[in-house]
């Protein structure tokens, strides 16, 4: 077996020739100028899809399976404001399980063309059956009837399984629209906790916690 490659510590000169890019990006010493973090991080997602390849909104979510052990996969952010973090997933998912049974979660959001992340913690909390409906309708016809044809986070015999339960799907809503599942639905992760983070060279990052206690948001500077 061919051992992996993996990429050596940046030398002077790495940091040297990368430091434009970042000081481009980050060298602004007034960003964390800030009382709260929704803006902040509204602004940041704003610059992300201006220079991300794909998928700006894309987030780590980390929950907690019935062992204890953490469990982590990538989602995608449909709504943020001053009430949370939302996204959308089949209930009946390994996600949707583990948050009915332990509903607070981590997000991670790392824009790799800005060098930053943000991390988010706290409680989550269904969305309501108005607003899953709205943002199912949005969906695209095919991934409406692909939610009623996956039994999420289930053994799957093989592929072709999988595209004849679309088919039947199709087939049962021809001429009609296609419903919301009660299976589908979504989640919001209502922060009490957001920290964000930018690159600076040499591993001198610039770090700033917010910590919400009630409606109130503090803020702390941490060490790299």
Do not use: C
Request: charged residues 30%.
């Amino acid at each position: 077996m061919t051992a992996p490659v993996i990429p050596s510590s940046p030398t002077r000169e790495d940091y040297a020739r990368d430091y434009a890019a970042a000081l481009a990006a980050n060298g602004d010493e007034t960003i964390f100028d800030r009382a709260e973090p929704i803006a902040l991080f509204i602004d940041w997602l704003a610059d992300a899809k201006a220079t991300e390849p794909n998928d700006a909104n894309a987030m780590t979510l980390s929950t907690v399976d019935p062992d204890g052990a953490p469990d982590s996969r990538v989602v995608l952010l449909k709504d943020v404001d001053a009430h949370g973090f939302t996204f959308y997933s089949n209930a009946e998912s390994a996600k949707g399980r583990q948050l009915a049974a332990r509903p607070r979660a981590a997000l991670l959001f790392h824009w790799k063309s800005l060098r930053r992340q943000v991390r988010v913690r706290g409680r989550v909390e269904p969305v309501t059956p108005a607003e899953a409906d709205a943002y199912f309708a949005s969906r695209a016809r095919e991934s409406r009837i692909g939610a009623w044809a996956s039994d999420q986070s289930r053994p799957l015999e093989n592929r072709a399984a999988l595209e004849q339960a679309v088919a039947r799907e199709a087939a049962r809503f021809e001429g009609q629209d296609v419903p919301r599942p009660r299976h589908w639905t979504g989640w919001r992760v209502v922060p009490d906790q957001v920290e964000f983070w930018r690159d600076r060279p040499f591993r001198l990052h610039d770090r700033l916690r917010f910590d919400r206690d009630g409606a109130v948001w503090t803020r702390t500077r941490l060490q790299p």
